[in-house]
């Protein structure tokens, strides 16, 4: 499928996990893609990979640190002069971390509120002139099964992964008249980073039969934090079918994949 061909495409989180397997993905489809990340070493095996693949020639990559203002507005604008406009921005990056919400401190909420929420919006709002000049264009935002289904200790993370998907929500309705999809996904059992340092994030006392119910019922292949879990090309292959045409009805909605685990 080529379903990206001479589309512009901007990947944040793209070092590893979910945002690399996207823009991955998306290369694969023939688009022209900007991955950013605020690791540089990651990134590299991002091109790795793409060159590995035969698909390099059309990946750039570019730090941002999507929680500082100046490194957004400059980022994004660099990265829209390499692909001479913007049709597509995923936003993938993300950060979690793990307390009791008792014992949280505000440094703490506001390190993930600044990257996830806030981060999420700096990215919008300095795409969204390109995006509106583009054809067709497209956001996808990355909320979470968390939003929806209570994650123990993780209550900064769902609040900002809530905040994502009423956004996109906003974004879907204040835009859809210019041609803009603003859609989530919400991804759940996927392995990635953050899953992988999961248990390490967690309370020495936590009550792992809060977990109980955080399985899928899919079969899975991969292992992280002791839980079976989809591989992160699970969520790039349903990014792929909503910012393609073949998602052109899809806007203001989210989309669950976590192989059935909150069926």
Not at 25 to 34: A, D, K, Q, S, Y
Not at 161 to 166: E, F, L, M, V
Request: with cysteine; proline share 3%; charged share 20%.
């Amino acid at each position: 499928m080529n379903r990206f061909e001479g589309k512009r495409v901007l990947v944040t989180g793209a070092a590893s996990g979910i945002g690399q397997a996207t823009a991955l993905r998306l290369l694969e489809e023939g688009g022209t893609v900007v991955a950013v990340d605020v690791a540089a070493e990651g990134l590299e095996r991002t091109r790795t990979r793409a060159k590995e693949a035969g698909i390099d020639g059309a990946l750039t990559t570019a730090e941002i640190d999507i929680g500082d203002e100046r490194s957004v507005v400059d980022g994004v604008a660099r990265a829209v002069g390499v692909l001479g406009g913007l049709d597509v921005l995923v936003n993938a990056a993300g950060i979690l971390r793990a307390s009791h919400t008792h014992q949280t401190s505000l440094a703490a909420w506001n390190q993930i509120v600044t990257i996830n929420l806030t981060g999420t919006f700096l990215m919008v709002r300095e795409s969204l002139p390109a995006l509106l000049e583009g054809e067709r264009p497209v956001i996808v935002n990355f909320s979470s099964t968390s939003t929806t289904f209570g994650h123990p200790y993780m209550a900064a993370y769902a609040a900002t992964k809530g905040g994502i998907q009423s956004f996109t929500h906003t974004l879907a309705i204040e835009y859809g008249k210019q041609g803009l999809r603003a859609v989530c996904v919400s991804p759940g059992s996927i392995k990635s980073g953050i899953t992988d340092a999961t248990a390490g994030y967690l309370p020495a006392d936590a009550d792992w039969s809060l977990f109980a119910k955080m399985s899928p019922i899919l079969p899975t292949t991969l292992e992280s934090g002791g839980a079976g879990m989809g591989g992160p090309e699970k969520v790039a292959s349903a990014v792929a079918m909503l910012a393609s045409d073949d998602g052109a009805f899809i806007t203001g909605t989210e989309i669950r994949i976590d192989g059935g685990t909150h069926a």
